[in-house]
């Protein structure tokens, strides 16, 4: 079974810029969320998706958005980058949305921001 | 206060012994909680998910969980040197994990 799909894997914009990060999940799997990585702040979430609908945000602006396709298939979009901006993102599918259900991780999308 | 917190490392263990990691965790409504794997430049991969109070063991891995004192841990028995990793334990609810900053262990061969 093919694991989470992340593309591109690695990236680098400019102050200003916008940038669209792409996730496939495991088949079968519904749920996608984001996280945001980075050395001082760790790991943190940015947004679930479950049939299409954002199930719940973190505290992130509004330049961070997201999407679910009917296929699971998710995008997140940064618009106006910042040099904080620079972080490793990953997507996690999972079977279910909820309060349970394990959380299976891509390899990342590692963005940096000049 | 972080909602999640882990002891802070890193930890050294020789090979052989029992690595113990602990989380403390500030939500009470959280139902369910996981530990995850980092090997350095990699994504976090899932040891272990706990949801009820008590003891659960999978091979040399030991998750116990105590809603009331809300604290979670892991054992890891006769540990290897591939063991060496960040830890990174977990609270889910409502479909948000939220991540402690981790605990790095190190095994001696």
């Known amino acids: 079974k093919a694991g989470v799909t992340q593309t591109p894997r690695y990236l680098i914009k400019t102050r200003g810029q916008q940038v669209t990060l792409s996730c496939s999940p495991i088949?079968?799997?519904?749920?996608v969320s984001w996280y945001q990585q980075t050395p001082g702040q760790g790991l943190q979430f940015l947004f679930e998706?479950?049939?299409?609908?954002?199930?719940n945000k973190g505290n992130f602006p509004g330049r961070f958005s997201g999407r679910q396709f009917s296929n699971s298939r998710s995008e997140m979009n940064v618009s106006t980058l910042e040099l904080g901006d620079s972080a490793l993102y990953l997507c996690?599918?999972?079977?279910?949305?909820?309060?349970?259900?394990?959380?299976?991780f891509g390899e990342g999308s590692r963005l940096t921001v000049l | 206060q972080k909602e999640v917190e882990q002891n802070s490392g890193p930890l050294s263990v020789p090979e052989g012994a029992i690595a113990s990691l602990n989380c403390t965790y500030s939500?009470?409504?959280?139902?369910?909680f996981f530990w995850y794997r980092q090997y350095s430049g990699k994504s976090p991969e899932l040891i272990m998910s706990?949801?009820?109070?008590g003891d659960k063991e999978d091979g040399r891995f030991t998750a116990q969980l105590n809603k009331a004192s809300q604290y979670v841990s892991l054992l890891i028995r006769d540990s290897q040197p591939s063991d060496s990793a960040t830890y990174l334990c977990?609270?889910?609810?409502?479909?948000?994990?939220?991540f402690g900053d981790g605990t790095t262990l190190t095994v001696k061969p």
């Open positions: 706990i949801y009820s109070n």
């Open positions: 939500d009470r409504v959280s139902q369910s």
């Open positions: 977990a609270a889910k609810n409502a479909g948000k994990s939220t």
């Open positions: 088949s079968g799997h519904r749920s």
């Open positions: 998706y479950f049939s299409e609908t954002q199930r």
């Open positions: 996690a599918s999972s079977l279910v949305s909820g309060s349970t259900g394990e959380l299976f």
